[in-house]
């Protein structure tokens, strides 16, 4: 099992920034990459961003985020952070942090228990 505590949630204006962190604990060994979810009310859960805990770190971002949001990893610490800037009342949603194990059919997901990013106009 792999536990996962996320922080830095909170209530912005539009055009400001946040930034989110999520630390794994537990059986990390076997993860393949971090990620971020979000889900806005009424909404399903959408990707984010994630990132690969491999040697090449690569990165994947929702259209909707690219060029504003940016996720970075600390392996030592198995802690990834996700930099939101030049929010958006849009962006306002329920962030979860997702770890994964395996791959394809044989990944298993992780979910921390979501923070709230709140973005007024």
């Known amino acids: 099992q792999v536990q996962l505590v996320e922080s830095g949630g909170g209530l912005v204006q539009a055009g400001g920034s946040l930034r989110l962190s999520c630390a794994a604990s537990g059986n990390t060994l076997f993860m393949n990459g971090m990620g971020w979810y979000r889900q806005a009310l009424g909404t399903q859960r959408e990707l984010v961003a994630s990132i690969t805990f491999d040697s090449t770190g690569a990165t994947n971002y929702a259209p909707s985020v690219k060029g504003r949001f940016t996720i970075s990893r600390d392996i030592a610490k198995n802690t990834v952070y996700l930099q939101l800037s030049d929010l958006e009342p849009e962006d306002t949603a329920v962030y979860y942090c997702?770890?994964?194990?395996?791959?394809?059919?044989?990944?298993?997901?992780?979910w921390g228990q979501g923070t709230q990013v709140s973005v007024t106009s």
């Open positions: 997702n770890a994964y194990t395996g791959v394809a059919r044989g990944r298993k997901n992780y």
